[in-house]
């Protein structure tokens, strides 16, 4: 059983850092299944690569599970794929000997332990119960390039065909402790079995490795079943734990923030505003589908509904609750079966790759980017430009330069208790125009509200529009 991780971050060998392991050394732990061994076949500054080694033990393995009956699999203990495969012993071996690095610590080099770096890991034989297309949709929505082909039961035997089995190989520029994180949760789910007994406090185990993305993966509850065992209770509890945002006090939080902001944009009327800029956009571009990315409760929504022009609405929010609000909003329940499969209304991020979000003519953001942390601009950039790449993108954000003449707001504090950042009109041009050039995009950056002589508008908006879209014409590639 083999994992090999391997970076050209220069230096490459402060992979020995971000691993606690000396790439001159040979590392080993004993673990009750056989041995964990971490060695580097190469280390030079330009490339270095880390391999984890696992010698799994079918004689060790089989003691202890009791007397088999003959006449059912008298070898089946002593003879199976656990040594060859990746698994859940490969994912204890990784917590075993690269605890800290699982942590994103590393004592010589704690800011790089912070910092994505390009990553390659390679699985020479992983199980994969849903074949490639399973396979596909539990990384790729974490921003992975995937490469893998199916393993044939014997090389030498073409026609007895292929094996549920496949090489596995991952590329992105990300955190190590993300890239362990990510392989130690979903390598047993893709086995779908795990070798020890499943019980509650695995629960908290798969809710700290899973940090807030898999809050956040579109395979959210296949990911929780296969990770427990498909035990009803400890998947509903998971589930209900992984939703937490839906408790009705941290709502209460989030809409005295939202409040907040209303109040103190209201004579402005902000709200209004932004709605009414982004529907003249889109009508200017004709787009007929269109995706409403953090929509909320859905008031951009209802606003494009009334618009006959647009064949088909999405939205899309990492919160269940917020889109329950927004079908409210919209209706839907009461709608002509017709009517209702004019809308989509689905759970996700704009941080993980999602096949959902292709083929619109456009996508919305309206209010949405400065809720980001700034080190996932990067990965929000990628899904947005790169791979759901819609014919017109039109965002809207805060102009902090405006925010001096709110008289109620302290210097320097955010509109929003929950923004992460607010852009100034040179920062948020100098992004924009960055992007637009990297994906093959021309922005417009339009104003939204009065203009003060000196501060710019209250709000900012950008509309992108790919090259290679001919003029007047929405659809997307």
């Not at 060695?39 to 696992?54: D, G, I, K, N, V």
């Not at 599970?65 to 490969?90: C, H, I, K, M, T």
């Not at 008031?299 to 409210?328: K, M, N, T």
Request: proline content about 6%; glycine content about 6%.
């Amino acid at each position: 059983m083999l994992l090999t991780i391997t970076t050209t971050h220069r230096p490459a060998t402060d992979l020995g850092y971000l691993l606690a392991k000396h790439p001159g050394r040979w590392h080993e732990k004993d673990l009750s299944q056989g041995r964990a061994i971490l060695f580097y076949p190469e280390a030079s500054e330009e490339r270095c690569t880390a391999a984890l080694l696992l010698e799994i033990d079918p004689v060790a393995l089989s003691r202890g599970r009791g007397a088999r009956n003959g006449s059912q699999a008298p070898l089946e203990p002593y003879v199976n794929d656990r040594p060859y495969v990746a698994s859940s012993f490969l994912s204890v071996a990784m917590t075993r000997l690269l605890g800290s690095a699982l942590k994103g610590r590393s004592r010589e080099r704690p800011d790089l332990a912070d910092t994505p770096i390009p990553l390659k890991a390679e699985l020479p034989v992983v199980p994969a119960r849903g074949g490639e297309p399973f396979l596909r949709a539990l990384f790729e929505p974490l921003g992975y390039a995937v490469d893998c082909a199916r393993l044939p039961l014997d090389p030498q035997f073409p026609s007895w065909g292929d094996s549920r089995y496949f090489t596995l190989r991952l590329r992105q520029t990300l955190r190590l402790a993300d890239l362990l994180t990510h392989l130690a949760v979903l390598i047993p789910v893709l086995d779908d079995a795990k070798h020890y007994w499943v019980g509650e406090d695995e629960i908290d185990k798969l809710l700290r490795m899973g940090g807030d993305w898999l809050a956040r993966h579109p395979q959210r509850e296949e990911i929780t079943r296969r990770a427990l065992r498909r035990d009803r209770r400890l998947v509903s509890e998971a589930l209900r734990r992984l939703t937490e945002e839906e408790d009705p006090a941290l709502d209460t939080r989030e809409q005295s923030a939202g409040d907040e902001e209303d109040a103190l944009e209201r004579d402005l009327t902000l709200n209004q505003c932004r709605l009414e800029a982004v529907l003249a956009a889109l009508r200017e571009v004709g787009a007929g589908r269109v995706l409403d990315l953090g929509c909320g409760d859905g008031r951009l929504l209802q606003r494009l509904a009334a618009e006959s022009s647009i064949q088909h609405l999405g939205g899309c929010d990492v919160s269940p609750r917020a889109l329950s609000l927004a079908a409210r909003r919209l209706n839907l329940e009461r709608l002509p079966e017709r009517q209702r499969q004019r809308f989509d209304l689905f759970q996700g991020s704009l941080l993980y790759r999602d096949a959902r979000f292709r083929g619109f003519d456009a996508i919305t953001l309206v209010e949405v980017i400065e809720h980001l942390e700034p080190n996932r601009l990067a990965a929000c950039e990628q899904v947005l430009f790169a791979e759901a790449r819609p014919a017109t993108l039109i965002l809207t954000t805060p102009n902090r330069d405006y925010n001096r003449l709110f008289a109620s707001l302290p210097a320097g504090a955010f509109r929003h208790r929950d923004h992460r950042f607010e852009w100034s009109r040179a920062e948020f041009a100098h992004w924009c125009e960055a992007v637009a050039e990297q994906h093959g995009y021309a922005v417009r950056i339009l104003p939204i509200g009065e203009v003060h002589p000196v501060q710019g508008p209250p709000t900012q908006m950008a509309v992108f529009r790919r090259h290679d879209t001919p003029a007047g014409q929405g659809a997307a590639a």
